[in-house]
């Protein structure tokens, strides 16, 4: 089955939109004159600098505006701000619906129709400057074909860090049964749900099988399940998903919303908890004491309120309940765990929100207390580090991969102006001008 996706994800290229393959006479160098260039998110940002690209990346950062030797290409952006590519650590690239319209597409859509649905999201992704993204969960493998598709090069897209289906217990966020009736239930295949030690770890070694690079689990209800924000799960189970995820070197992403299932989460040694839309003192505590990352996913609200416009009755009443009150509080976690020091990652939860708009996000992120500079941070620096990824990606180091975007305008003095990318290049590669 996955052979058949990325063959078939290997032939949606030139719908997506694929860029020219080098030639046998593109230049052994590429100079980039930057008008300012942030190449280490986090420092204060360089005037008139110069890039020097080698082989897909970086092979010297250089004051001023260096003439390139001869054969060298030149790419001028001298009147740009230059940064890297941004991450988004939370993503869902085979998903475009939400509340009614999101149980017909999931039932009626084939392997297929998905597998192209995530190809076309991941090159909206690309081309709003988002170079990696991290992908939470699908249900079909159309991800998992999509990222190997793009490594080999015969797909355009972000890099991707994908988690296979994500996991949870019976009855519980993930559990592709819950609302409907016994008969259609029946017919559902749920290697995701665990229930007890065991079998969450045979659970967590299934996505291992399937080659996840990160697990994700949930250890509370959630929105678009009508689940709520309740604690479903134990904490042996979940130490079970989190201890068998670390001995196979995989990082995990726990989905939870209320505080009781972040605080299980983040004793039992999770790596990022995703939304955390309610905490306490306990919890900001707990994040710093490990370390872990807070992923807030304002974006979601965008979606929500977006859909709700369109159609009034778009949710059914459990879920809009939930819908609701996801709307009221998010942002308050925002700003109470960023002044106290949790580590911060920029993600999304794209998917629920619009592909392509990603970068929403930092309004939001600044909005609920965060500046500027910090919301790129979390986008680049932070994220990389979430991901595993810090030693390719994140800053614009000798040695680190060519992947760079350019605005037209200062996003430390105004980030909503990463809203308009309109230069991106990843591994080396001018993807878009």
Not at 57 to 70: Q, S, Y
Request: hydrophobic content about 45%.
């Amino acid at each position: 089955m996955r052979l058949a996706f990325a063959l078939l994800l290997a032939l949606v290229a030139p719908i997506a939109g694929q860029a020219p393959a080098a030639s046998a006479t593109e230049p052994a160098l590429t100079y980039v004159h930057a008008g300012t260039l942030l190449d280490r998110p986090g420092r204060p940002p360089r005037r008139q600098a110069t890039l020097v690209l080698r082989g897909g990346k970086v092979e010297a950062v250089r004051d001023g505006f260096v003439a390139p030797p001869p054969g060298a290409a030149l790419i001028d952006l001298s009147d740009r701000f230059v940064l890297p590519g941004l991450i988004d650590a939370h993503v869902h690239l085979d998903s475009d619906a939400g509340g009614y319209a999101g149980l017909v597409e999931g039932v009626q859509d084939s392997p297929a129709a998905v597998a192209f649905r995530a190809a076309e999201n991941g090159r909206k992704t690309l081309m709003a400057g988002f170079t990696t993204v991290r992908n939470l969960g699908d249900g079909t493998g159309a991800t998992l074909a999509l990222r190997d598709a793009i490594a080999g090069g015969t797909q355009v897209g972000p890099r991707i860090l994908d988690a296979g289906v994500s996991i949870s217990t019976t009855g519980g966020h993930m559990d592709g049964r819950t609302g409907f009736n016994d008969a259609f239930s029946a017919a559902v295949g749920q290697e995701n749900v665990c229930d007890g030690v065991e079998s969450c770890r045979r659970a967590v070694r299934t996505q291992i099988r399937r080659r996840a690079d990160v697990i994700k689990i949930a250890t509370t209800g959630g929105v678009n399940s009508g689940t709520g924000r309740a604690r479903m799960a134990f904490d042996d189970e979940v130490k079970a998903l989190v201890d068998t995820a670390h001995m196979y070197g995989r990082k995990v992403a726990v989905h939870a919303h209320g505080a009781s299932g972040v605080n299980a989460a983040l004793a039992a040694g999770a790596d990022s908890i995703e939304h955390g839309t309610e905490m306490d003192d306990e919890t900001v505590r707990l994040f710093k004491r490990a370390g872990a990352f807070y992923v807030p996913t304002l974006s979601t609200v965008n979606g929500y309120i977006e859909r709700l416009a369109a159609n009034p009755n778009a949710y059914e009443a459990r879920v809009l309940e939930q819908v609701r009150w996801r709307i009221g509080i998010t942002g308050q976690s925002l700003r109470r765990a960023y002044p106290a020091g949790v580590r911060i990652a920029f993600g999304t939860d794209a998917g629920v929100s619009k592909h392509g708009r990603n970068a929403d996000e930092f309004e939001l992120m600044v909005k609920h207390g965060m500046t500027p500079a910090a919301a790129i941070q979390a986008a680049t620096v932070n994220a990389a580090e979430l991901l595993g990824v810090a030693a390719e990606v994140g800053t614009l180091e000798p040695g680190k991969a060519a992947d760079l975007i350019a605005v037209a305008a200062d996003p430390l003095a105004d980030v909503t102006v990463l809203k308009r990318v309109g230069f991106v290049m990843k591994e080396g590669k001018v993807v878009k001008e």
